[in-house]
T-cell receptor, first 113, second 114 residues
């Protein structure tokens, strides 16, 4: 079965520090890959997506993610976090031909001042 | 441009009742998807409609149903509500589908079943 794993339920980093959120997927073929962010009481906002091509993807708000086929991973990174980055982050995948997202359990990010 | 609109934003229902949630997609978007978000199960796909046709369906019981109108607006219905149906229901729209272009999410409808 297709699955997405975000190993870290909760991460705390200091403002200005670098960030890496992990995401691993289990799929038969290379899926479409996404990262979304959800602030309290809000819907989801797309940060970035990978469909094909360059494995390092740039997104909004200074985020980037790297697709590593050999590790079935799509980790999200940011060089310097801001207090406004505190939110829940979801990794998601979609298989080619299926118009649905399968989400990981999410990683809650807390920023220390 | 206006975003995805969901109504109502909050809803309280009693077990056994039924409920209808509404989603108005971004103008020009023909694909509408529904997701259920709960603390225990996370985000789970319910169904997706494109041009009034259901293209994909998740693993939910038949009590969960949906439809899409010719103007792309979508509704989902849950009959015979159970306590476990308490959740945030999110609607998302896109022009052709999640694998074709960006999917925009609405703020959700918070359903509480008592």
């Amino acid at each position: 079965a297709q699955s997405v794993t975000q190993p870290d339920i909760h991460i705390t980093v200091s403002e200005g520090a670098s960030l890496e959120l992990r995401c691993n997927y289990s799929y038969g073929a290379t899926p479409y890959l996404f990262w979304y962010v959800q602030s309290p009481g809000q819907g989801l906002q797309l940060l970035l997506k990978y469909f094909s091509g360059d494995t390092l993807v740039q997104g909004i708000k200074g985020f980037e993610a790297e697709f590593k086929r050999s590790q079935s991973s799509f980790n999200l990174r940011k060089p310097s976090v801001h207090w406004s980055d505190a939110a829940e982050y979801f990794c998601a995948v979609a298989s080619r031909g299926a118009q649905k997202l399968v989400f990981g359990q999410g990683t809650r990010l807390t920023i220390n001042p | 441009k206006a975003g995805v609109t969901q109504t109502p934003r909050y809803l309280i229902k009693t077990r056994g009742q039924q409920v209808t949630l509404s989603c108005s997609p971004i103008s020009g978007h023909r694909s509408v998807s529904w997701y259920q978000q709960t603390p225990g199960q996370g985000l789970q796909f319910l169904f997706e409609y494109f041009s009034e046709t259901q293209r994909n369906k998740g693993n939910f019981p038949g009590r969960f149903s949906g439809r899409q109108f010719s103007n792309s607006r979508s509704e989902m219905n849950v009959s015979t509500l159970e306590l476990g149906d308490s959740a945030l229901y999110l609607c998302a729209s896109s022009k052709v589908g999640v694998t074709g272009d960006e999917q925009y999410f609405g703020p959700g409808t918070r359903l509480t079943v008592t």
